[in-house]
């Protein structure tokens, strides 16, 4: 067991730099980095505020960036969607944030207050990307390895953003958190970036988190993520590798930090189980991912559920692909 004193962010200033403390107290004694993919990182963490700026000089996004601080080679970087296709703000998602850098890669978080049409979010990550790029020079970010990602119907947007920017995008991979499709949680607006009945119209490599009470209806009687637009919809449409693994006991709520966790329980399903070992395994997971594109022998990390925090279920589909799997984005 140990203590994590989270950062928290003022919502009321544009840019804020931090120093992110943490205190790991370990029972077992300290653990060096990399002994155990689900061992809490050790690196010191940079916070950052602000927001990206379209083209037409309107802000499109405003963000909060965790950045690691490493010698040598630039941190992989992992740019994602908070819920309800970016309108959480991204305060939700702090600690989980926070422990992804401490793990060795920046974790860069999306949200906006405003819900224009899917169509208008996704082209607007083309904007958002580029600005970050170009903009967050100062740290030691490795932007030849990006990947993108988000949190529920976060996914949709990101999802959206691929159609039109592969091949061209300079992400390599997806990480994506319990994802939604769609602009409403029945589906019953016609707007959906994955088919029910075909791939997508490209392939990437792709890591799917999901949890077992995900479809499961909440106090308002309906499920955060429906199953027919959520998860299974996401990995049957993959055209790319896919590595799914499933928290059987563990619900859509459980990414947040705890007293945003707390507000959705009216809403979603939860569960009573501890949240900071499922966080462990979706940091290390997708650490392991990561990794994986980048050369390293991580994939049983992937499925060796034995070795996992929490109890899961693994699935995988190469859709074709064999390893060792290639980066990027194909359009097909």
């Known amino acids: 067991s140990y203590s994590f004193c989270t950062l928290l962010i003022p919502q009321t200033m544009n840019t804020l730099h931090y120093t992110l403390l943490s205190v790991l107290a370990l029972t077992q004694g300290v653990l060096s980095q990399g002994t155990d993919p689900f061992a809490p990182g050790l690196h010191e963490v940079t916070a950052v505020r602000g927001k990206t700026t379209a083209s037409d000089g309107n802000v499109s996004w405003e963000y909060v960036g965790m950045v690691p601080k490493l010698v040598g080679e630039g941190a992989p970087v992992y740019v994602w969607v908070t819920g309800f296709g970016g309108v959480a703000p991204s305060s939700m998602y702090t600690e989980l944030s926070g422990m992804m850098a401490m793990k060795g890669f920046v974790s860069i978080v999306l949200w906006r207050e405003s819900i224009p049409e899917p169509r208008i979010d996704g082209l607007s990550l083309v904007d958002a990307v580029a600005w970050l790029r170009k903009n967050m020079t100062e740290y030691n970010i490795n932007w030849g390895r990006l990947f993108i990602g988000g949190h529920s119907a976060g996914n949709h947007v990101w999802c959206d953003y691929l159609t039109d920017a592969c091949p ?34 490209y392939a990437i490599p792709g890591l799917l988190l999901s949890t077992g009470l995900d479809p499961a209806p909440g106090p308002s009687g309906t ?16 055209a790319g590798p896919i590595w799914m693994v499933n928290a059987t006991g563990y619900s859509h709520l459980d990414v947040l930090d705890p007293e945003s966790e707390k507000g959705g329980v009216f809403v979603c399903a939860s569960d009573d189980l501890p949240k900071i070992p499922y966080k462990h395994q979706v940091v290390g997971l997708a650490y392991a991912f990561i990794s994986l594109l980048n ?28 390893p060792p799997f290639t980066p990027g984005c194909k359009q097909l």
Do not use: Q
């Open 168 to 201: 061209t995008t300079p992400v390599i991979g997806v990480i994506m958190m319990d994802p939604v499709d769609g602009y409403d949680p029945e589906g019953i607006i016609d707007n959906f970036c994955t088919s029910e009945t075909a791939k997508l119209p």
């Open 295 to 322: 050369g390293k022998p991580t994939e049983s990390i992937l499925t060796n559920t034995s070795a996992m925090p929490v109890a899961s279920i693994s699935y995988h589909n190469a859709n074709g692909y064999v």
């Open 223 to 238: 499920a955060c993520a429906p199953e027919k637009i959520s998860n299974w919809r996401f990995y049957n449409a993959w």
